[in-house]
């Protein structure tokens, strides 16, 4: 069980600019000579946050965007430290465990991934298997096989020799989430994982997830801001607005036109839909707020 | 065996060998002709064997001192890639050798007159300069937050090249014009050592940043992949950083005090490697260390023999190499 | 100037400084243009695009960009026209009385038109420059440089075009006369086979810069008695590897130094420094010669100086050699009005 306690965090001191990086920004794309690079909002806090997540549960984290959940997630993970208040992981202080270790419980896929290189498709889905290699060990035949079945998974095993920057949106993303289970970590943290895919990857996206976590028992957490997505995949949901946990719970009972209302400013409706067999929600018109 | 281990040991055996033959090749050749069997003829005294005193004074130190550099830029060059997650990056992108040019711009038209250790005062003063370099950049990109910013890093690196660059135009122009002479004459690079004196001074630092580099190909793996996603995967990732940036800086220092700004090297020899045995840092690191090591040596080999007895410098020598090989490696990439 | 790039960014050029302090470095007019034409064909040298202007009489306010010209001018007894010289130049003493402008890469356009001279004497290469005076109308003498002959031929030639062709000649006769002599005594001589050093990284053996077989040094040197070792070399100056040094074995080795004195302890440094070369005969015999002053690389009256220390040097039992530390007396120009 991965828990949040009274979790605060005001602002990154640690890592200032890189932290930016999940969002998609790419030092990559900074021009050398003029070192001009693009505008990045410094990166929310969060205030008295408390959530808890339990084995084989998928955990939705809802919010507009800068409201905090990526400092979350980030939280959850233990790439940041809270300035008050404790996460652990099966009781244990994130902070006491070291990490390497860490990673062989926790996988993150971050938004978007910019190589700066050309790796194989193999080679990404190997590189989730570092944290289970000594310090100057070579990954071995089990590795690769480890990594190949990650690949199988996501149903990404064709692409294997291909370069990664050949892929297209969604194969990249199946790629990175191979490279995530090649890790065998049980929680699997993602960051807005349909942001930038088309409405069909978003499709295949959530199905693997669901696959995943019926089939292997994969925790899952994903922070979005595409409420259907959320609806569609999570069971429970925790929404976050400026740094605050304002409902948790189960979907049925947390994603309502009330809290949708208080979360957006949107009048929504929410139903269950038949044909897709979850709740939906379907935005109705703006209320401006002050 | 798995795909990397067998191309990591064949990448080994390869380019080891390249480097190998290249090291003890390079002292045979040259435009006076000497013979194998008289330069290890222990009844001439050495006082009377030119071909001995050709081999081990002139040659030999010049061919280490080639294999050193070219393996220690090329190194730093890939380590600086990942390091800045950009393949356009070099050694000197971050100011370091622009620090170590001024360096040793101040002692030539001062005309220091010291030497420490056998290590000439142009020597001293271009490490020097390099330290201050590395300092300044490292400090700028620490100033706003206790992390480490590549991209402050970066600006730093290049507000710094151009601010040192400046001052060394700045330097040149009061100068001498002997003086102004020699300074442009060691922007071009100059490996003939005339001893193992400058060869000693350099190797322990450089030994010392190739053990960091051992350990940083993997991390440099996943640091070229997304920060966030090495830090996932068990990286310390600010320490990975200070690491990198720390030992590919003081070794590009060390080896710019010893041969000068030899350019071409940190961004071709990476590329090449890259061609031929893909990105992965664990080969690449190494891999790019043995070719730059053979490369400069025989560059050197050129920039001595071909219009002897002049000397031309062995930095336009790999210029004229790197410059149309960057430009098709540009155009190749549309 | 230009900077051979290792891959880093160049900041902005200077321009122009103007005006420098008098007195401040020994310059080298030789050396500038030796140095300077080791990066342009030798051709170039004699491609001058700038038409001079011929005035009518004798030049009362001459500027002199060239330090080796300036030595002539007061050779020959035109000092007192002389309104002002180069950065570089030392000698004679008066003309660090005088105002400096500038000299082969930034001469000072606005001072020297301010001065209102009615001859400049400046470098042929100096095109830009050269069209702006031509524009202003002032009268130009090209300075040629080349070799040792050529200093006496432009002495003459320069003579005539102060008016002082007479004075011009008897000097010029004076430094033929003294160059004959040296080379009449030396006659007959063994020429050790030398290294002429003009340039190299202090207390070290790195970037040794060399005079090939061309220009004055090398004549000077083969004047005195001394085969260059680089002969062979149609350059003025170059820089060689230890292979090569070690290969060809000079039997002497002369250095030149351009600051006017150097304390025991560094000479003693700079000598120690070729120890890395033992088997080479001029290291293994003490052949070693350090010359110091700044006349050694000036292409004027001086020259038969600069050939009597190597005279010395090459051959002591006929010129006893003096030690190396100011071999040049104060008060070096034979015979000045």
Known sequence: MLRADNVTYVHDRGR????????????????????????????????????????????????????????????????????????????????????????????????ETHLAFDYSVLEIALMGRYPHLGTF???????????????????????????????????????????ALAQQAEILLLDEPTASLDLGYQFDIAHLLARLNRERGLTIVVATHDLNFAAGLCGSLVMVSEGRVVAAGPTGDTLTSMSIQALYGVVADVYPHHAAGHLTVVPLRRIRRD | MTD??????????????????????????????????????????????????????????????????????????????????????????????????????????????????????????????????????????????????????????????????????????????????????????????????????????????????????????????????????????????????????????????????????????????????????????????????????????????????????????????????????????? | MKLGAGGWGLGTGGSGLGARDSGLRIRLTAAVLALVLLVSAPDARRAVAARTVESGHAPTRIISLVPSATEMLFAIGAGPRVVAVSSYDRYPPEVDRLPRVGALVDPDVERILSLRPDLVIAYSSQTDFLAQLERARIPVYLYRHGSLADITRGMRDLGSRVDLAAEAGAAAARIDSGLADIRIRLAGKRRPRTMLVIGREPQSLRAIHVSGGYGFLHDLLDLAGGDNLFADVKRESMMVATETILARAPEVIIELHYSDTASREAEALERKAWRLLPGVPAVKNGRIYLLYGGELVVPGPRVVLTAQAFARALHPDVLPHQEAVRVIPQDGLLDRK
């Open chain 1, 16 to 111: 200032g600019r890189m932290a930016v990086v999940a969002q998609g920004f790419s030092p990559a794309k900074t021009d050398l000579h003029t070192g001009s690079t693009s505008a990045t909002p410094a990166l929310p806090g969060v205030q008295d946050v408390s959530v808890a997540i339990e084995r084989g549960n998928v955990v939705g984290i809802l919010g507009p965007n800068g409201c905090g959940k990526t400092t979350l997630l980030r939280l959850l993970a233990g790439m940041l430290q809270p300035e008050a208040g404790t996460v652990t992981l099966n009781g244990a202080n994130l902070a006491s465990i070291a990490r390497a270790a860490l990673a062989r419980f926790i996988a993150v896929v971050p938004q």
């Open chain 1, 137 to 179: 060990e070579l990954e071995g035949p089990r590795d690769v096989a480890i990594a190949r079945e990650a690949l199988a998974a996501t149903g990404t095993a064709a692409l294997e020799h291909r370069l990664f920057a050949t892929l297209s949106g969604g194969e990249k993303q199946r790629v990175v989430i191979a490279s």
């Open chain 2, 4 to 334: 990397v281990r067998r191309r990591l040991a064949v990448s080994m055996l390869v380019f080891g060998s390249l480097a190998f033959l290249a090291v003890i090749g390079a002292p045979l050749l040259g435009t006076t002709p000497i013979r194998l069997a008289r330069v290890f003829d222990r009844s001439i005294p050495f006082a009377d064997n030119v071909d001995a005193q050709i081999f081990f004074i002139a040659r030999l130190p010049r061919a280490l001192a080639g294999a050193l550099v070219g393996a220690t830029l090329a190194a730093a060059g890939v380590v600086f890639q990942a390091l800045l997650r950009n393949p356009l990056a070099t050694p000197f992108t971050l100011g370091v050798s622009a620090g170590a040019a001024l360096g040793a711009m101040l002692a030539i038209t001062m005309r220091l007159h010291l030497s420490l250790w056998g290590v000439s005062a142009v020597t001293a003063a271009s490490f020097i300069g390099s330290l201050c370099a590395v300092g300044i950049v490292y400090a700028m990109a620490r100033a706003r937050h206790h992390g480490f910013s590549t991209n402050i890093l970066l600006l730093a690196g290049v507000t710094l090249n151009s601010f040192f660059s400046a001052l060394i135009l700045f330097v040149q122009y009061l100068a001498d014009s002997a003086e102004a002479l020699r300074t442009m004459r060691w922007l071009m690079g100059d490996l003939d050592v005339a001893g193992y004196g400058p060869l000693l001074a350099a190797l322990p630092l450089c030994i010392v940043a190739f053990v960091a580099f051992a350990w940083l190909p993997r991390a440099l793996n996943l640091l070229s992949l997304d920060t966030d996603a090495a830090a996932s995967r068990g990286v310390n990732v600010l320490r990975v950083q200070r690491v990198a940036f720390f030992s590919a800086s003081m070794a590009t220092g060390a080896a710019v005090s010893l041969g000068g700004p030899i350019g071409f090297i940190g961004i071709i020899i990476p590329h090449l490697v890259r061609l031929m045995v893909g990105a992965d840092h664990r080969i690449v690191l190494p891999a790019s260390a043995l070719v730059g090591a053979a490369f400069l040596v025989a560059a050197d080999v050129v920039a001595r023999t071909a219009m002897a007895p002049v000397e031309l410098p062995v930095g336009i020598i790999t210029a004229l190499i790197g410059g149309p090989f960057f430009l098709w490696l540009l155009v190749r990439q549309r």
